[in-house]
Nanobody, 127 residues
């Protein structure tokens, strides 16, 4: 069982930056592929970024490519999402997700592939 707790959300002006974190419980964090999703009101939950075991393999949605960076610190059981050049359309609740995998570097891109979810953190970008 993995418990995920997001933090670091808040209100930021367009063009600003924010780093959100996701802390995981348990001793098996390093065995998990991780993802950040977001959901705006009335919209589906979409993948923003994903990172495989080891951190060497990452994926970004086209809408955030070049602006967001996903990273992980297995010693701290934490995954991060650095968000730069934020836009009002980035406003959403951001969720981190985890799934255990035996494959080093494997990326998971669909919400249905993840087993564990955090409670979400609100990110609001004002224009």
């Amino acid at each position: 069982q993995v418990q995920l707790v997001e933090s670091g959300g808040g209100l930021v002006q367009a063009g600003g930056s924010l780093r959100i974190s996701c802390a995981a419980s348990g001793r098996t964090f390093s065995r998990n592929a991780m993802g950040w999703f977001r959901q705006a009101p009335g919209k589906e939950r979409d993948l923003v970024a994903a990172i495989g075991r080891g951190g060497g393999n990452t994926y970004y949605a086209d809408s955030v490519k070049g602006r967001f960076t996903i990273s992980r610190d297995d010693a701290k059981n934490t995954v991060y999402l650095q968000m730069n050049s934020l836009k009002p359309e980035d406003t959403a609740v951001y969720y981190c997700a985890a799934v255990q995998t035996t494959v080093w570097g494997l990326l998971k891109k669909r919400a249905s592939e993840y087993d564990y979810w955090g409670q979400g953190t609100q990110v609001t970008v004002s224009s």
